[in-house]
C-alpha cells in the first residue's frame, strides 16, 4: 500500500505545485517541464506496481450491470478528451473536460473495484481531480469560453476518436485479464 501511496502523492505533488507555488513555478522555467514529466511518469509507474501488490478488504464485484454503467461512464470520460483537444460544443460550455473527463473515469473504476487498493487509487485521483479544478478556479477565476467556429465535422471526429479508444483500452484491459465488455 506504501508504494500505491507514494505514487499518488507524487501524481498530486507535480500537478498542484504549479497552483501551490506559481512563483517558485514561473522561476524554474521551461526546462523544469522534464521534471515534472519524469516525476508523471515515475508516479505512474508507482502506482501501477503498488496497486497490482497491495492487498486489502474486498466490498463488491463488478456486475454486469456496474460493468454497462462503467463502459459509458469511460466512453463519455474518453469524449471529453478528444472533444477538448477537437474544441467542440461541449467545450463552449465546459470549463474543465479533461478533468471532469479524468474524474469520471476514476468514479467509473470505483464503481467496479469494490476494494481498498482501488479506492487509494482511484478515489485518490477522483479527489485529484476535483481539487484540481477548484485550484484552477481560484487562480483564474475568469473564463472565457471558446469563440471558435463550431464544426459537425469535429464533433463526429471526437466521438469516432472515443469509440475507437474505448475499444482498443478495453482491449488491452481484456488481454491484461480485466475483460470490461463481459463476464
Do not use: C
Not at 521551461?30 to 514529466?37: E, P, Q, T, V
Not at 469524449?79 to 467545450?91: E, P, S, V
Not at 470505483?110 to 477522483?126: A, E, T
Not at 459537425?152 to 466521438?159: F, W
Amino acid at each position: 500500500m506504501f508504494i500505491l501511496i507514494v505514487g499518488s502523492a507524487l501524481w498530486w505533488a507535480a500537478h498542484l505545485f504549479k497552483r501551490i507555488a506559481p512563483e517558485r513555478r514561473a522561476r524554474m522555467g521551461d526546462s523544469a517541464r522534464g521534471l515534472f514529466a519524469g516525476a508523471l511518469i515515475v508516479s505512474v509507474v508507482l502506482m501501477v506496481i503498488g496497486y497490482r501488490m497491495t492487498d486489502g478488504p474486498y466490498w463488491w464485484g463488478a456486475t454486469p450491470a456496474l460493468k454497462g454503467i462503467n463502459n459509458l461512464l469511460i466512453l463519455l470520460a474518453f469524449y471529453l478528451f478528444a472533444a477538448d483537444g477537437m474544441k467542440t460544443r461541449i467545450t463552449h460550455s465546459l470549463r474543465h473536460p479533461q478533468l471532469t473527463g479524468f474524474a469520471l473515469w476514476a468514479f467509473a473504476h470505483l464503481l467496479v473495484n469494490g476494494d481498498l487498493p482501488s479506492f487509494v487509487l482511484f478515489g485518490g485521483l477522483l479527489v485529484w481531480a476535483l481539487v484540481e479544478m477548484i485550484a484552477i478556479n481560484r487562480a483564474e477565476p475568469r473564463w472565457i469560453p471558446p469563440t471558435k467556429p463550431l464544426a459537425a465535422k469535429r464533433e463526429v471526429m471526437a466521438v469516432a476518436g472515443a469509440i475507437i479508444v474505448m475499444g482498443v483500452v478495453g482491449l488491452i484491459h481484456a488481454l491484461l485479464g480485466y475483460n470490461p465488455f463481459g463476464a
